[in-house]
């Protein structure tokens, strides 16, 4: 008759045995470093002529990634419109609960390159190939996304009408810049008619 070997239970297994630790699960990335991230990705050198032949299209793409992702971690619902047709790139939607949505169209602009100690932003659409600027009823806002500073300048179109041009003062420079009362300015997109800050 054989004897059956007696089993250790399971109590005492788990004490012999040392417990493995969970994996951490990964932490989602900061929103700093979310757009360290995509400023990386845009201010990157392409090396191929085809890269560079791209690279005002692409950065402008990412720009606008940039802008979704900032404005919805903000609290705005942001819409993109299908196609390619309309002036704007976005609509953002205040999307405050118990209120009335505040709808703005924004029109995404980015620049990567200090000149003369400022950063220049178009400020335009093209129309065989003449600049023409910006009316009311097409966009409601220009976002300026100034790269090597990681910046934002949300600016009331009705504040810049018939330019064609912006021009941003690094943050270096101590002397004011005439677009610095609208950097990083998101609660304008909250207000009632995009008031201005003037």
């Known amino acids: 008759m054989s004897r059956k070997r007696s089993q250790p239970d399971a109590p005492q297994r788990r004490a012999e045995e040392p417990e493995q630790p969970k994996p951490a699960s990964p932490k989602p990335p900061s929103l700093r470093r979310q757009r360290q991230s995509i400023r990386h990705l845009i201010t990157a050198k ?77 400020a335009h659409r093209r129309v065989n190939g003449r600049a023409i600027p910006y009316k009311l009823t097409e966009i409601d806002f220009i976002a300026a996304y100034i790269l090597p500073e990681d ?12 330019l064609t041009s912006l021009l941003f003062r690094s943050q270096k420079d101590r002397t004011p810049g005439l677009y610095d009362p609208y950097r990083e300015a998101w609660h304008l997109l909250r207000e009632p008619d995009g008031l201005t800050i003037a």
């Open 46 to 122: 392409l090396q191929t002529p085809h890269d560079r032949e791209l690279t005002t299209k692409r950065r402008g793409e990412l720009a606008e990634l940039a802008f979704m992702l900032w404005a919805t971690t903000l609290g705005f619902a942001v819409s993109k419109p299908y196609g390619d047709s309309e002036r704007y790139d976005f609509i953002t939607d205040s999307h405050e609960p118990g209120r009335m949505p505040k709808l703005f169209r924004v029109q995404v602009k980015c620049s990567t390159t200090l000149l003369n100690g400022q950063y220049h932003i178009n």
């Open 151 to 162: 910046t934002w300048y949300l600016i009331p179109l009705a504040d810049i009408l018939n």
